[in-house]
């Protein structure tokens, strides 16, 4: 009954997933303020023309550019200072500017009527109260930026299954755009199976193991912007697993299932999805975080993780990522990491045709100022492997080793 | 009265300014499974044995090693089968394993008494439902991990300093550490100065600018694990802004200013920081953000940012973080940075002894799956500079361009 499946390479395994996995549709519109973070469900289109108002990129007078013509240091140009603008000045409030005449103004400073370009303090000196020299011959619009010099009116500025960064926010604000809609936070399902593990709070006796990884899956989850259910500890009982699965995929947008180290558990696991839905992918083609397995219940992505928390944080760093970013709403997620630089101290073996994901703890050496890379010597079954860790270094198929001496990006937890 | 400063090199900055920066002093303790992404003001050490028991690598048997000496395919071991270890039992409710015996066990199965190493499933084969033919020869411990091989009792786990990860919380689960103390949240203190801005949620008119450094800084620091205390908009006024910065100081344990692009302001804020502390650095060489000031006022550091919002952003990222990691309690501030690699589609022009920061837009080529850089040509005067790239490029003091057809590290916004 159970088909056999062939362990895929990591890359097949996810265009396989996220060709069945659909962007949640619910949305929620939020305060400006308040959506950092998460992914817009709506494009956005500037409502103005941001500043609104043109201004000086320069400290300096405001003038009619034709009347520099010619201004050098030999031959300056003489105008009648006609006053002098203030930050945060209404600009109808302020005297146009005439032939022969200049006002002065501060960076930012809104233009008055009737001037066209800036002269900068430097190209200028003041004569008297009443006059000021000008060394420079300007243009229409040197060192102006327009009314629509940060954001014209009508532009499409974010597309919807944009993330929203802390300088989008800012660009937000700065259009007068107060609230956005956009997806709500995907719900995952966290199970964790396995007859040994008990509750980290709860006591403990010999045999039995504290159960950590859907605590570090929450994490996890929410340093992505996704909220985390837990559904407990499920013996290794078929009929129990069922009842949670189904309820999960009830009750959440995505399921990980973590656990079942034994045999028959990890069996019952693949028989379940099969029965329940479709089992897509069973088996990856990397070390450590080989018994993997994908599936669809109900149109959920469901996805059985190892038991071991290694290989259990490896696949959700490198299998359910882009998944919960499909189901997020995300459009766009960008191959980027966060990265150090640091020179191999031992040879790394590895095999071909698997990708290896080797932990690494970095050390600083003062002196140098270099970054040493020292591979850490841990069974994937220990968390202390990854404690103990700074990053992890990833040996690509195609490599037998990674030779002691090598320079290599660190891919920091 | 203004000392003459000259611009430093941001690397020189940085070291000045964490010379003069302390930790924060005051803790926290709090429940383990709220504490990811704080600093730990303790060192952790492991108070038990983990697991705590003996337990089996691999599906298989658990022997006595001495009894499969010689074993082979064709010189097989026989052992009677006196049980099976259930996931999760207690090791002392198993029988013991003697001479002549073998006990079933899963991966993770408590070790029985009398058992020293585990032959793994493949190498055996069951002759009758007592009976067992082993085909490998073991030493002792093989396939076994020891009851300390996670973490051993009285190792030192973490030290003070550490920034919790979301596998350190496992870690911490794993060996039954509930609570842990912390470092309380760094405060920091937010001060926009310019009299031209108003709250984004206000009504504006011609000569206004909405402020927005304020919500993008809020942002930047909460993801840094900081708390942001906004004290508001000083308009350009020197006593207004002596009290603000007076209030902050004493509210808070970093204060932040950001503002004052004209040239008045620019001076009043050197001025004030120069009377009420004492200004360490004025002008960093660095484009954008030359404008930046770090002082110290009682005891608590005091960074006045450029006004524009690149520049702010830009400082924030390379200048702040530093002062802030230092200020949270952070030990060690690994240089890392979330990068992705793609190709320069046009040469980037630079000055040499200055390090410049060119915003870029990344185009992903989806048929030949490869990623370019597209610097965004816009003024760091506007936000939509940033809103319109997806990270920074960084070229170097010693460089005087990035030349087309360069592959780049593009640090993600």
Known sequence: MTRAFQAKKLDEAIA???ARVEPISETETLPTTDSCS?????DILCPEDVPGFARSAMDGYAVRASETHGASRERPVLLKIIGSVEMGQDPRTLPAVHAGEACEIPTGGPLPDGADAVVMLEETERQND????LFAEVTPGTHVLSADSDFRRGELVFKAGHKLRAVDIGALLAMGILSVTVYRRVRV???STGSELVEAEQPIRPGQVRQIN????????ESQGAQAISLGIVPDDREKLRATVQRAVRESD???LSGGSSVGARDWTLELLQELGEVLVHGLQIKPGKPTIFAVVDTKPVIGLPGNPVSCVLVFEKFVRPVLARRSGLRVLLPAHRLASAQLTQTVPSALGREDFVAIRLRLDESFGRLYAEPVLGHSNNI??????DGILHVPSELEEIPEGTHVWVELL
Chains 1, 2 share one sequence.
């Open 384 to 389: 202390s492997t990854l404690a103990r860790a």
């Open 38 to 42: 998460r992914v817009l469900a709506e």
């Open 130 to 133: 009443q006059l000021v020299r």
């Open 189 to 191: 399902g966290l199970i």
């Open 16 to 18: 396989l997933a996220l």
């Open 254 to 256: 995505l399921v990980l």
């Open 214 to 221: 859907s605590h570090i899956l929450r994490h996890l989850l």
